[in-house]
């Protein structure tokens, strides 16, 4: 560990942490029986429930909440081919709107985001579905 003079880095970001709900789930879950006949399904709550997408430094909620709307059709296609995989895209739903969207996943976004970690740079990994 370094010396007690250490200063946080902080990240000029805002993210968003997307929390899917039951209303996926239950969507996946079908298409998962349709492709899978012993399917590992996926969990509305706990550690794989929850996922952070780094977004532009936004100044107010209003901000945000137009990003996310603008953006939404991303994080849906995300979650779908995440679990489904890429093969799968023809299942993708037809209208990935912000009101799918608002029935799928909850959210909620921070500005402040303070990297404790000492010894790690910040990097970028690339990751397919």
Not at 7 to 17: G, L, M, S
Not at 51 to 72: I, M, R
Request: charged letters at 20%; one cysteine or more; aromatic letters at 12%.
């Amino acid at each position: 560990m370094k010396s007690n003079n250490y200063q946080p880095k902080t990240i000029n970001r805002t993210i968003a942490i997307v929390q899917r709900k039951e209303a996926f789930i239950s969507w996946i879950t079908e298409k998962l029986k349709a492709i899978d006949t012993n399917p590992t399904l996926p969990q509305v709550s706990g550690y794989d429930s929850k996922y952070t997408f780094l977004l532009p430094t936004l100044e107010t909620s209003t901000e945000t909440d137009s990003y996310l709307q603008q953006h939404c059709a991303k994080i849906i296609e995300f979650h779908v081919l995440q679990i489904l995989g890429d093969e799968h895209k023809d299942l993708l739903p037809n209208n990935m709107d912000w009101q799918l969207f608002t029935s799928w996943f909850s959210y909620e976004a921070h500005s402040v985001i303070i990297d404790l970690d000492e010894q790690t740079d910040l990097s970028q990994d690339s990751w397919t579905y």
